[in-house]
């Protein structure tokens, strides 16, 4: 016969542990997509934290009653919170290069709603941002994400997070560098070829003034932008390895910023 004690102290430990693991969960890219259902995320948070709970050995927790227990709740929240936000706002880089790569199309005014980002966002950014996805799955870069999350309880133990509010900022101003920087990479080769093409059709318009440039530009700009991105779609595994190493110094910069070491 098994024989396991399960006291109160221990289940309350427990649910601090799922708390940092279910705020993750809503906040990551990937795990916390809208269109996968509540009952499969619950049930990932609740195996996880099984996990977690029982191959870690059990920390001292110290709490006078229960609003001390709710401080407690409310920085493993924030603490999951913010690692998945680290992780899930790399996902904008590939947002504002659609969207430029929309503005020199054209397209630009064609908005959809897109469900994984509860936003209304350009033809290419969703195309982007789909494909992304795939690549975050073949790349196995989820299961980094994941092995991530788990370490942060070594790092940050139950209950230990201290946030340094100057080196939060820190990074997240690294990161809008970073998010500009990579994504004009992305939206360059459309960016020079329209840049290109506007050129000629100025010339055009000088050398031939009774033709409507105006009308041709706007079918041309479609046609040769379609063009580049079937040209250099091989570059997107290239541009995805740039967005997952982000997302990787993005998570770094969160978990060092909750260290109570640094």
């Known amino acids: 016969m098994v024989e396991y004690s399960f006291s109160l102290v221990t289940f309350e430990y427990f649910l601090l542990i799922l708390i940092r693991i279910s705020s993750f969960i809503f906040a990551a890219p990937f795990f916390g997509m809208t269109n996968v259902p509540a009952r499969v995320k619950i049930s990932m948070a609740c195996f996880i934290s099984i996990i977690v709970f029982t191959f870690k050995p059990e920390s001292l ?23 998945g936000f680290a992780a899930n706002i790399c996902n904008s880089i590939i947002l504002f290069a659609g969207t430029m790569i929309d503005t020199h199309l054209g397209l630009s005014m064609a908005m959809e709603y897109d469900p994984v980002s509860r936003a209304q966002v350009s033809i290419s950014s969703n195309f982007y941002q789909y494909v992304l996805l795939l690549l975050l799955v073949v790349s196995d870069m989820h299961h980094y994400i994941l092995r991530a999350l788990v370490d942060s309880f070594e790092l940050i133990p139950v209950g230990g997070s201290v946030f340094q509010w100057n080196y939060l900022m820190t990074g997240m101003v690294n990161f809008v560098g970073d998010l500009f920087s990579i994504g004009f990479r992305i939206t360059l080769p ?3 070829c329209i840049m290109i093409l506007n050129a000629v059709l100025g010339i055009m318009a000088k050398l031939s003034p009774q033709m409507n440039m105006f009308a041709i530009g706007m079918q041309l700009k479609i046609i040769v932008g ?15 390895d740039y967005i997952f190493t982000e997302m990787k110094v993005m998570i770094v910069y969160m978990i060092k910023g909750m260290y109570a070491g640094e």
């Open 190 to 192: 459309v960016f020079a």
């Open 226 to 240: 379609l063009f580049i991105l079937l040209f250099t779609i091989f570059l997107l595994p290239m541009v995805a």
């Open 61 to 83: 927790v110290e709490y006078a009653g229960i609003f001390s227990y709710t401080l407690l709740v409310l920085k493993e929240g924030i603490t999951g919170l913010l690692i």
